[in-house]
């Protein structure tokens, strides 16, 4: 378990929920990748991720999916592609990550409380 932090650091992180819009392979990435599009909503827009989802995931399956994303981060650079946000996952037992999703369809843009 991590270190206890105040309540008030977990607000500070804005994890939202967002409908995946495009899908691609990132051949370029270091580790096995997909490039993800995300759409945000009104107030946040499209955003772009890149993520090592490439063991449970195909880029067809992904397009209309929503996931939850940290989009308070700042940009990073995955060789030549800039992640915007980081898309959330859980390992599964061999290490490989499971997408983390609300059970049921959300607004996009919606903020995780």
Do not use: W
């Amino acid at each position: 378990m991590a270190e206890t932090i105040a309540f008030a650091d977990f607000e500070r992180v804005d994890i939202r929920v967002g409908t995946i819009v495009e899908a691609t392979a990132f051949p370029e990435a270091r580790k096995p990748s997909i490039k993800l599009k995300i759409d945000f909503g009104d107030e946040i827009g499209v955003k772009r991720s890149a993520a090592q989802i490439t063991v449970h995931y195909k880029t067809d399956q992904l397009i209309g999916r929503q996931v939850c994303a940290v989009v308070n981060f700042p940009p990073r650079q995955i060789g030549p592609f800039m992640s915007e946000v980081l898309t959330l996952g859980m390992p599964d037992e061999d290490g490989a990550v499971v997408l983390i999703k609300p059970d049921f369809k959300v607004p996009d843009g919606g903020r995780l409380f």
